[in-house]
């Protein structure tokens, strides 16, 4: 990689930094306006996530005596960092500054930083909330790992099987397929496919009824309990954004192939359909259900949404 | 003067064995230099081997007493290092080395330590001579050394209630093992009148098949899997490394499984040249998958960290089985890679997992916790092991498991059976158990609340601590170059794999196996796509660069409110962990909790695989002949 000086607008500007951490507050922010809205109230402005974020940032940082230090402090940063870079590699409005760097595998891979880095922070905390929470966390990533990793062979066989009539893992070849075969979501096999995807979105960010691993309302936000002030706003804007970066590959895998000619028009309409699908994924869920027990967030995600991804999977390995 | 270093090394170790018995017993520090001495001169004559084997691609053969073939017949032992002996046996001189180092202090509480120090040096000289040899009966005589030094340092600590059961099943099943390989060696040489690997390379390709040959086969390749302790002969790897001294676990981890691997990719990809079958890829990548499987959710089972990391062993080998099992550059070289990281990961952890205790005197899962306090750096090159063998990136075992994963898949789509892509998914949900099974270790080991009774634990000695950091180092450096790790060490290593005739050349002459076998086999496809990216220094670049940008950004924004300091003397309420109430009712989750929501969900199938690993070495012989009984009939069925 030869330095340009755009890589560093890029890292720190769009799609990088800013704009991650802007999109993710602004999804959480409609998040709870909606549902708000759903559950007949008015609901805090679109802006509330941002004047927390804010807050806590300002407020005492306390470490507990139990806890070694470096690590309790070190696990938000990573795993915020993390997700940075994962948003960085993942082609939005048709950019993608650092497209060589990595792929589906890689992506899933990162994306598991940021929940190990929730699970040694509130292990280190030493709080038996945590444990119980870290424990929860570790079986929800087990849980839509199995379904997230079919849904990523079925895409990679889909879209490799039409470019070099093998596979693929590059984003890159994925979203050619895609401008050459129109929207992956466009032929009727990836559909189980895509709705399985739809389903981990949930999972994968932990919100209800998939948060478990939080579950303020039993077990004092288990990982995040001994959390506070600037490492626990570092957490919430992780949890924001992984609400963009979700929804944003999402649009990756399924809805690419299209472009308006303009950058910024390509943006705007991407981080619309962000925001749909955050609508679909996460608010209404949350409006609808209440928080599934352990055992059966486990049993749905192998049984119902592994089920979804296999039949495409077949499906697309029978040639369909 | 080159092709003496490879005979050399061994010799070393197998001398410096009688020397410590000789001049070791009463004093310690002659002990002490002679085992370190040599175990770091195999080392250094590896390392220098490197620049002509991996490099110029030389290809050193070695004649014991100078006797040569003659007319075409090789009749003395000979030693033959190409880029895959070499390979292996830098992963076994870096084991022999950091092994010995540790055990210095490690082992420095035990009594008799001359005892185990000629133990260790056979154990290790025999390891390296296995990988270095080129002729099967020396193999077999190898194999025989290691399996009763590995038997007897299993047993070393006698005095507790494990050991002497972990030996007595070791030796039943690893004399099954040995003999079975004797027998096909013997099948062999009544065949080919050659114990000569090359030559037996050649012959058979002239030969072809046939019922003897066949017979051999089979039993060649259980005698090597028992070695390797796949499915169903692992139970006697996770009692052996349990109760064996940790520095001695850690050797077998590293290095006595990564011969049975050695064996099985000489067996299948010079030996016999079977790997071209479909119905040979398809039997090796079944036994690996479910080696990976039933390993990890086993591990999910333990209470015991030194036990947990042996299932994880044996389930990390069948990564390296399935992937060699593939059949294609792509796939060797991900086996190759992860049998490298396996051998500096489960090394390092192991380590850990002595250190532990050294300082706690338990690994019991439910006994310990919130060491992390009392241990930082152990605890930090436990997360560092913990994230590599999970792979996650930027660290090694990422990039192997990348590797394998594509090569898995892409063999999928090439052949167009749908069982590996099964199998591509089993790795990645066996990966996420590892994951889960190690974060388990960590938070009822180094987080979590700490027992009072472990208030005045200390860091394990510095020189405990050395190994583990080179290892640690070793471990984020094959991380993050792989691609210059991989031109390094993988490439030659896999083109030695698939280039026989070099091999057979080499040692018998050239133009000698081109006799037997036609250029066309003889050229297999090397050349390896990638069907993805991953680069992680530039990775790496950009979390800097994101670190520093943040490191600012909160440097810019910090007030003076919020940072207040505290010494840990005064006792505030703020301070203290939040238990809502009485601190009493609440307890840590145990170890063995941890994951309720799957282990309910699959609890028929833990129960079953729980009732399996029954303990009694009966069902475990069994086992060993019913594997042997699975090879033997399909040599039969398949091979001829």
């Known amino acids: ?320 | 003067m080159m092709q003496h270093f490879p005979v050399l090394a061994v010799m070393t170790l197998f001398l410096a064995s009688f020397l410590v018995v000789l001049f070791g017993s009463r004093n310690k520090v002659a002990r002490g230099v002679i085992a370190m001495t040599a175990s770091t001169v195999p080392l250094v004559l590896m390392i220098c081997l490197i620049k002509p084997v991996m490099i110029d691609g030389q290809i050193i053969s070695y004649w014991m007493g100078n006797w040569e073939p003659v007319s075409g017949w090789a009749i003395g032992i000979g030693y033959e290092i190409d880029a895959l002996s070499l390979f292996f046996g830098l992963i076994v001189a870096l084991t022999i080395f950091l092994s010995c180092f540790y055990s210095l202090k490690y082992m420095s509480r035990d009594d008799t330590l001359e005892k185990y120090y000629v133990l260790f040096l056979m154990l290790s000289g025999a390891v390296l001579g296995l990988v270095l040899t080129g002729d099967l009966f020396n193999m077999f005589i190898m194999i025989e050394i290691l399996t009763f030094a590995a038997v007897a340092l299993t047993a070393f600590r006698n005095n507790e209630d494990g050991p002497l059961e972990a030996a007595f099943k070791y030796l039943v099943i690893g004399s099954i093992g040995s003999s079975l390989t004797l027998t096909g060696v013997i099948l062999l040489y009544e065949q080919l009148h050659t114990l000569n690997m090359a030559q037996i390379g050649a012959l058979l390709q002239k030969t072809g098949m046939n019922p003897t040959t066949a017979f051999a086969f089979g039993l060649l390749l259980t005698g090597f899997s028992i070695k390797a302790f796949i499915v169903p002969v692992h139970p006697v790897a996770a009692d052996a490394y349990t109760s064996a001294p940790t520095s001695a676990s850690m050797a077998m981890a590293s290095m006595v499984n990564k011969t049975g691997v050695y064996g099985i990719i000489r067996l299948l990809y010079i030996i016999f040249m079977t790997m071209g079958l479909s119905s040979v890829q398809n039997l090796i990548v079944t036994i690996g998958t479910i080696t990976m499987f039933l390993g990890v959710t086993m591990a999910l089972n333990q209470h015991d960290f030194k036990r947990l990391l042996a299932f994880h062993s044996i389930s990390q080998i069948g990564y390296v089985i399935t992937a060699i099992g593939l059949g294609t550059a792509l796939g060797l070289s991900g086996g190759l890679y992860h049998a490298m990281n396996h051998t500096l990961f489960k090394g390092m952890l192991f380590l850990c997992a002595g250190a532990v205790l050294y300082a706690a005197g338990t690994t019991n899962l439910d006994k310990l916790g919130g060491l992390a306090k009392k241990m930082p750096q152990t605890c930090i090159i436990f997360l560092i092991g913990a994230f590599s063998i999970s792979g996650l990136p930027p660290f090694n075992g990422f990039v192997s498991k990348w590797l394998i994963y594509q090569a898995t898949y892409e063999k999928a789509a090439q052949s167009g059976n749908f069982g590996f892509a099964i199998v591509t998914v089993i790795e990645v949900v066996v990966s996420v158990m590892t994951l889960a099974s190690f974060i388990k270790v960590s938070q009822s080991v180094f987080f979590g609340e700490l027992p009072p009774e472990l208030e005045n634990v200390k860091e394990a000695p510095l020189s405990m601590r050395i190994p583990m950091w080179i290892m640690a180092v070793l471990c984020i450096i094959t991380g993050v170059l792989p691609g210059q790790v991989y031109s390094l060490l993988i490439q030659p290593a896999v083109n030695a794999v698939l280039s026989p005739v070099k091999y057979i050349n080499a040692m018998m002459g050239s133009g000698y196996a081109e006799q037997f076998i036609s250029a066309a086999d003889a050229a297999p496809d090397k050349s390896v796509v990638l069907a993805g990216y991953w680069q992680p220094i530039n990775w790496l670049i950009l979390f800097v660069v994101l670190l520093a940008a943040f490191t600012i950004v909160a440097l810019l924004g910090k007030n003076s409110r919020g940072a207040q300091s505290h010494s840990a003397e005064v006792t505030d309420g703020k301070y203290a962990t939040f238990y809502s109430g009485e601190k009493s009712e609440y307890s840590m989750v145990g170890g063995s909790d941890m994951f309720w929501g799957l282990k309910y969900n699959l609890r028929h199938y833990f129960g079953f695989i729980g009732e399996m690993h029954s303990g009694v070495v009966n069902d475990y012989a069994l086992w060993a002949v019913l594997i042997a009984a699975v090879y033997l009939v399909f040599s039969f069925v398949c091979l001829l």
């Open chain 1, 1 to 320: 990689m030869t330095f340009n000086p755009m890589y560093l607008f890029y890292i720190l500007v769009f799609p990088g930094f800013l704009f991650t951490s802007f999109a993710g507050l602004l999804l959480a922010g409609i998040d709870r306006k909606v549902l708000a809205h759903m559950q007949k109230r008015i609901g805090p402005p679109i802006t509330q996530p941002f004047y927390d974020f804010m807050k806590l940032m300002g407020k005492e940082t306390i470490v507990p005596d139990a806890a070694p230090k470096a690590v309790f402090l070190g696990a938000p940063v990573i795993g915020l960092i993390s997700l940075f870079v994962t948003a960085l590699l993942i082609p939005f409005a048709g950019l993608t500054p650092f497209y060589g760097i990595a792929d589906i595998i890689v992506l899933i891979y990162l994306l598991t930083i940021p929940a190990v880095a929730i699970i040694i922070g509130g292990a280190a905390s030493g709080s038996p909330f945590s444990g119980v929470g870290i424990s929860r966390e570790m079986v929800t990533i087990v849980s839509y790992e199995l379904p997230l990793i079919l849904v990523l062979l079925t895409v990679g066989k889909k879209a490799g099987m039409a470019l070099t009539g093998g596979m693929t893992f590059s984003l890159i070849d994925i979203s050619a397929y895609q401008a050459q075969n129109g929207m992956m979501i466009t032929h009727w096999a990836m559909i189980p496919a895509a709705i399985a995807f739809l389903l981990i979105i949930p999972g994968e960010v932990g919100t209800q009824p998939f948060d478990v691993a939080e579950a303020e309302t039993e077990i004092c936000e288990g990982t995040m309990a001994e959390y506070s002030g600037a490492p626990l706003a570092l957490f919430e804007l992780s949890h924001s954004i992984k609400m963009f970066i979700m929804t944003a590959l999402f649009t990756a895998l399924f809805l690419q192939g299209w472009t308006t000619g303009i950058v910024a028009l390509d943006a705007v309409i991407d981080l619309a359909i962000c925001i749909l699908l955050t609508i679909i994924t996460m608010t209404l869920p949350h409006a609808s259900a209440a928080r599934l027990k352990v055992e059966w967030l486990f049993r749905f995600y192998w049984q119902i949404v592994a089920g979804l991804a296999l039949i495409s999977l077949i499906l697309v390995w029978l040639g369909l």
